[in-house]
């Protein structure tokens, strides 16, 4: 799905800032049409921000269901005779919205933008009422998955992820306005020959007026690198500057459609960075060169704002992730925000793309949530309608990030049950569809503890294996010697499977300022002792290619015994300061720099 953009024939608008905002406890909303009419009982909430901890109100963190959005946006004068589209770029799990009276979208899944075409809906000049109603209940046919228990008490979610189920609207919304024939999707790919580079390209356009598609392939400074004719084709690039880790150099593609007279009829810049990824043997190539991830799994995460984006800590988290000497991170576990991945295009940070199916592991999470025991792969469970689910999210993560050089691989679950022959059968479709959506990229999934090796039934259909283990923290807890054999031996047997393995979460919870002489879980010292013995077993095991720390910060969790004040295997606070583990990670990661 393209982006709202400013270009010669391009305008948007963007419709951040203050919302009208209400719970709906008894869902009476829908049925009395809030939409219809000024938002009754309103506050004012921001957008974007999730709306859990912006309000000193445990009912509204703790809400479950419908909450409201009302803003009015006066649509440009300049906007005559052109395509209008709404378009939000998340809405936190789902959401309909209506324009004036009319509903105009609705959507499931909480991290990939929507948009509907407006233009009937609205004149240049009015200003008009846009209404969201979005929803934050999980159930086992959403991704992730949850349990919505009516209680006596009243409505209460339970999940099985552990990071707090934040809801709102999280990412910006936008008006904006295109020709009435427009490109509707650019699909760009990338390889190259010797020192030639290779775009080829794809371009669907849409609406009544006849016209070609040109092409224009432009570098850093502007200068015209190459042209083509036609909805699709290959462009050269003589002596290309490749797009690599540490180096994120992009080219810019103008896609223009023309009409006979040689006339621009629409105008889209698609941002193009020419690299390769591949997978051969134990290792993981970029431009034909061995990769080795260092970086973390992140959150999106911050105080007060929960899960909204924000630019000052895109800006900072990333300069973070260069002081450290990290080259790379995961978006563990959903999609993050668009500007997330335009940021580390052009910072040449390596990117793991996730879907937000965490927590398909019932097992799991009834050990450490001690919610009740379910079977997770079921007709009364995750079921057919939960993998249709879950492929829509696939298609709309491959739809948004396929162009983004930054993105080399999909990752379709994270720590899903994975060892019986039900999670399997719910898998394979899945991993066809990923291939068969891009042939370009690796896929994979996040492995869990106990589906280990020779267990897991699942690992087998992915290109990388990619393993979050917790040696000397969950198991072998504040015994590191032990854990250290053990996680040598269970690494070994990985290793036999010929594939490069990136270990995508090692972590031990650390309190900030808590120290020991002796290193005991929770403290500095134990966090520094933990990440040495892993960093010990990587480099004794030749197909280990990454390692990505769990976690970058941390970050907000529901309530729990386990828990105190949330997740605190950060390597940094929630407020971004380093933990002693930040500099010993700083000075294995920057000692080849
Ligand atoms: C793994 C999960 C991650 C958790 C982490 C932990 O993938 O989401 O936060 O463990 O327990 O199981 O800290």
Redesign the pocket.
């Known amino acids: 799905m393209l982006r709202p953009q400013d270009t010669s024939t391009r305008e948007r608008k963007s419709l951040t800032g203050l919302w009208e905002f209400r719970l709906d406890p008894t869902r009476a909303g829908r049925s009395a049409r809030w939409f219809a009419d000024s938002l009754p009982d309103a506050v004012r909430a921001p957008v974007p921000a999730s709306y859990n901890d912006v309000f000193a109100d445990a009912t509204v963190r703790d809400h479950v269901g419908d909450v409201w959005y009302q803003t009015t946006a006066r649509v440009p004068r300049g906007w005559e005779g052109r395509r209008v589209v709404l378009r939000f770029d998340s809405a936190t799990h789902r959401a309909v919205v209506w324009v004036g009276d009319t509903k105009v979208a609705e959507h499931e899944g909480g991290y990939t933008p929507f948009e509907a075409d407006v233009t009937s809906l609205l004149a240049p000049g009015d200003e008009v009422r846009i209404t969201a109603v979005v929803n934050n209940e999980l159930s086992f046919q959403s991704i992730p998955p949850g349990i919505v228990e009516d209680t006596p008490q009243g409505l209460r979610q339970l999940y099985f ?3 707090f189920n934040y809801a709102g609207l999280h990412r910006a919304v936008w008006l904006y306005a295109t020709p009435t024939t427009y490109v509707s999707d650019v699909t760009v790919v990338t390889d190259r020959h010797g020192s030639t580079g290779l775009v080829r390209y794809a371009v669907q356009s849409s609406g009544d007026a006849d016209h070609t598609v040109q092409v224009t392939l432009r570098d850093a400074e502007g200068r015209t690198v190459a042209t083509g004719d036609g909805a699709g084709g290959e462009l050269s690039v003589g002596d290309a500057h490749l797009w690599a880790p540490g180096d994120g150099y992009l080219y810019e593609l103008e896609v223009e459609l023309v009409d006979a007279e040689g006339a621009t009829l629409d105008s889209y810049l698609q941002t193009v960075g020419i690299r390769t990824v591949e997978v051969r043997g134990i290792q993981f190539l970029i431009n034909g060169e061995p990769f080795y991830f260092k970086g973390f ?1 992140k959150h999106e995460d911050s105080a007060v704002r929960g899960k909204g984006y924000d630019d000052a800590f895109l800006v900072h988290d990333f300069a973070l992730l260069d002081w450290i000497g990290a080259n790379s991170f995961r978006t ?2 959903y999609p993050y925000a668009d500007e997330v991945y335009d940021y580390a295009d052009r910072e040449g940070v390596v990117i793991l793309d996730e879907v937000a199916a ?1 927590g398909q592991n019932v097992e ?1 999470a009834g050990g ?1 949530f001690g919610g009740k025991s379910y079977v997770t792969f079921s007709p009364e469970t995750v079921n057919d309608v939960s993998r249709e689910v879950h492929a829509q999210a696939i298609r709309e993560l491959v739809a948004r990030d396929k162009n983004h050089p930054s993105v080399v691989l999909w990752s379709i679950a ?2 899903p049950e994975s060892q019986t022959p039900e999670s399997r059968e719910y898998f394979e479709p899945l991993f066809a569809l990923t291939r068969e959506l891009d042939p370009t990229r690796p896929v994979g999934f ?1 492995n ?2 106990l589906a280990s090796h020779g267990k897991c039934l699942v690992s087998d259909l992915g290109d990388v294996l990619m393993l ?1 283990r ?1 040696y000397g ?2 198991v072998n807890t504040g015994d590191l010697v032990a854990a250290e054999q053990a996680w040598q031996t269970e690494l070994e047997a990985w290793a036999t499977e010929g594939k490069p393995i990136i270990i995508t ?1 090692y ?1 031990a ?1 650390t309190v900030a300022g808590l120290h020991s002489v002796a290193p005991v879980p929770w403290t500095e010292e134990y966090q520094v002792e933990y990440l040495e013995m892993n960093h010990r077993v990587f480099d004794r095991v030749d197909a280990v290619v990454g390692e990505h720390v ?2 970058f910060a941390d ?1 907000a ?1 529901m309530s729990g015994v ?1 828990r105190v004040d949330g ?1 605190k ?1 950060g390597v940094f606070t929630r407020d971004r300061r380093p933990k002693a583990a930040a500099h010993l990670l700083r000075r294995r990661w920057t000692r080849d720099a």
Request: charged share 20%; aromatic share 24%.
């Open positions: 992820h552990d990071f799994g563990s576990h965490v799991l450490i994270n720590e996040a869990f503890a979050n917790y923290w969950y979460e972590g919870d769990w976690n970050f969790t386990r997740n295997k």
